[in-house]
């Protein structure tokens, strides 16, 4: 199997132009790039470790890239119950940008979760989807559910 590095770049580009757009970012792909790293690093932090390998061997090289990068197993992961505290955890991962980047808004916060897991179910089957649901803290589930047969 050879591997094409730059396909996998050109791919990647094509998904974060498209993403930003989706985001209403206009061409700001760094902001959409930050966004997309911090909502799926604030995921894997919440499922567990085998959900999450199931789920990166759905997506494409240049996804797998984004949510792998800087993971590290943790045995316990952290107690998030409600949607503001996944809001808080994914502007965590977002560090200082997230003041910009999500306005501390979170309703803000909120849209782009949903338009994240609308755009990534074109990679994701609806098993797996409903697998992530069904692991979710109950005031989570809307997060997936919502947005599981887009």
């Known amino acids: 199997m050879a591997l094409n590095f730059n396909q996998y770049a050109v791919e990647g580009n094509t998904f974060l132009k498209n993403y930003a757009k989706e985001m209403n970012l206009g061409d700001d792909t760094k902001k959409a790039g930050r966004i997309l790293s911090a909502i799926l690093h604030a995921l894997r932090d919440i499922i567990p470790t085998t959900e999450s390998l ?46 910009n980047d999500f306005e501390y808004n979170d309703d803000v916060a909120e849209q782009y979760i949903d338009t994240t897991f609308i755009l990534l ?29 887009f």
Do not use: C, H
Not at 123 to 131: A, C, H, Q, R, V
């Open 121 to 149: 179910r074109k990679y994701i089957s609806l098993g797996e989807m409903e697998d992530i649901r069904d692991g979710l803290p109950k005031d989570l589930k809307t997060m997936i559910y919502s947005n599981i047969m």
């Open 54 to 99: 199931q789920l990166i061997s759905q997506f494409p090289m240049f996804l797998k890239a984004v949510y792998v990068n800087g993971w590290t197993l943790k045995k316990d992961r952290p107690k998030i119950k409600q949607m503001a505290d996944f809001i808080d955890l994914v502007r965590k991962y977002d560090g200082p940008s997230a003041i």
